[in-house]
């Protein structure tokens, strides 16, 4: 490997004694792959743009107060602490030369290039506003802990806003909230706005009525969570009814802005909906690294950004590299954690065959272990092999679930706690919201290309300080 802060840095030499596993993304699937490798004879590079590993299942339950950020995203360099054939590197991956066996990353300037021998990238996704990236400054999405932060602070702080309103029309904008999106993350969104608007808030204001709040759960398709069938899709349906989320189908949204959203109806009429909060969970965008490798080995990419990957998860071509989790595209598999875990778990395994002088292991097989998403406390559909069921089963399945899921024996005692404060009791302890969290992004967005350069290391006029070649990144 090889550091530098110049922009065009040193041709990287390896001398390493045993092989060079690069894993790109430190997700459910670099995660599970650098942890599948922990006893293997190699040495393993695991690079990932956040310090920590995230668990986006729960990234809604931080945007609605009840869990802290560090419940749902340990850091990456502390999980593997123990694993001593793995080392945790800083820095987005900007380019993949699949000819040198090289990836380079960039963190605040500097310029960082891995040689490797076997490459896993497993970078994810983001969100998609189908060409509209424009919604994005109105209607954030939930993919990151600052989109969760962000959001968090839009949700209380309309609340807290609409206390001070004396205009009844200001009123309701504030307390109108649109979720874009019916699939699980946009229906367990709305869900929990639900309870927090009815439950949680319900008395601690003085001029307004939290729970006159309107939520609004939209989405272009005809259904509620399509992907669980009709009869549990029509059970979270009447369900948020019930608790008094407005669900409209076939509603394409057009255009949003500051002060609302625009929709087009199945009729095609087009109406506007005002409200101050918008949330976008419609869409996903594999990373753009997948493009990259596409170009380079001639692997087909989707529209939605995925790479076709060989049976074996492998590229054309290039035994030596995966792509894993949602970046790839293999038999129609969706996008969810356990395709990633096994995606990696999978390649790391296929990695060990190959440098023992094993056959190949056969192609990868998707174990469907099944889907669940939350409606409200005590409710959620699950739907498992040829069980398909709703209601208080199925959501302490879900968190029984999700608690084996999320790393770290710390995490799990304190999230069991503030569930037991949110779902026993009315309380959410994670309400805090700072200014930062609230306009941060759209601050360093308007800082324009040039803040952006200075995070990658590109659009450089000329070189920070001269460093020394061969220098350790973060
Ligand atoms: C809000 C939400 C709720 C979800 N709920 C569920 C659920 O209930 N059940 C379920 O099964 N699935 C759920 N999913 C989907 C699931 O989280 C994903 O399928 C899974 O995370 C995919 O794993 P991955 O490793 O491919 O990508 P990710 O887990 O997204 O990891 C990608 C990693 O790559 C890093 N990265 C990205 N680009 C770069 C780069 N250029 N350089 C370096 N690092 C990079 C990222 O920082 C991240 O660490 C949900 C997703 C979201 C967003």
């Known amino acids: 490997m090889t550091t530098s802060s110049a922009p065009a840095p040193a041709a990287p030499q390896s001398s390493r004694a045993r092989p060079h596993v690069v894993i790109v993304g430190s997700g459910f699937g670099g995660l599970f792959a650098a942890q599948r490798l922990r006893n293997a004879d190699v040495d393993v590079t695991i690079i990932g743009k956040t310090s920590h590993h995230l668990f986006q299942p729960l990234l809604y339950q931080v945007a609605t107060g009840i869990l802290s950020e560090g419940e749902i995203a340990p850091a990456t360099r502390e999980i593997l602490r123990r694993q001593e054939n793995a080392r945790v590197v800083l820095g987005e991956v900007t380019d993949i030369d699949l000819a040198a066996r090289t990836v380079t990353s960039h963190v605040l300037g500097r310029t960082t290039v891995h040689s490797y021998d076997e490459l896993i990238v497993a970078a994810g996704a983001g969100q998609s506003y189908f060409g509209n990236d424009r919604f994005a400054e109105f209607a954030p999405g939930m993919k990151s802990i600052d989109d969760a932060l962000e959001l968090r602070g839009r949700i209380f702080g309309a609340f807290e806003l609409a206390e001070l309103a004396d205009d009844q029309a200001e009123v309701d904008r504030l307390m109108t909230f649109v979720v874009v999106g019916a699939g ?130 492998t590229l054309p071509g290039h035994p ?39 056959p190949p292991a056969g192609p990868f097989h998707y174990f469907d272990k099944g889907s669940m998403a939350t409606i409200s406390r005590f409710s959620a559909v699950a739907d498992i092999g040829k069980f398909k069921f709703g209601g208080f089963i199925a959501w302490m399945l879900w968190l029984v679930v999700h608690l084996m899921y999320i790393v770290g024996f710390k995490s799990r005692v304190t999230t069991v706690f503030h569930w037991l404060i949110s779902f026993l009791g009315r309380g959410r302890s994670q309400r805090v919201a700072t200014q930062q969290q609230v306009y941060g992004r759209l601050a360093l967005e308007h800082l324009g290309p040039h803040f952006e350069a200075s995070k ?9 300080n001269e460093d020394v070649t061969g220098r350790e990144s973060a």
């Not at 939290?210 to 979270?236: C, H, M, N, Q, W």
């Not at 594999?286 to 995925?306: F, K, T």
């Not at 395994?349 to 094993?358: C, E, H, V």
């Not at 990658?456 to 920070?464: A, C, I, N, Q, S």
């Open 456 to 464: 990658t290391g590109g659009l450089k006029t000329e070189p920070d």
């Open 320 to 358: 030596e590299v995966h792509v894993v989790g949602d970046m790839m595209s293999l038999d129609k598999l969706p996008g969810v954690a356990q395709v990633a875990i096994q995606g990696g778990r999978y390649a790391a395994d296929a990695i060990k065959r190959r440098l023992a002088g094993k």
């Open 184 to 313: 699980p993350t946009g229906v367990e969104m709305a869900g929990q706005i639900a309870e927090l608007a009815h439950r949680t808030l319900r008395k601690d204001f003085r001029r307004i009525d939290p729970t006159t709040a309107r939520i609004i759960l939209l989405d272009a398709a005809p259904k509620v969570l399509p992907s669980f069938g009709e009869r549990l899709g029509g059970r979270a349906r009447r369900q948020l009814n019930e608790m008094g989320v407005e669900v409209q189908l076939g509603a394409m949204v057009t255009d949003v802005d500051a002060d609302g959203i625009e929709v087009k109806d199945a009729d095609g009429q087009v109406r506007r909906i005002t409200a101050a909060t918008k949330i976008w969970a419609a869409g996903v965008q594999a990373s753009p690294l997948g493009q990259m490798l596409g170009e380079q080995s001639g692997a087909e990419v989707d529209r939605a950004g995925r790479i076709s990957v060989q049976p074996d998860l």
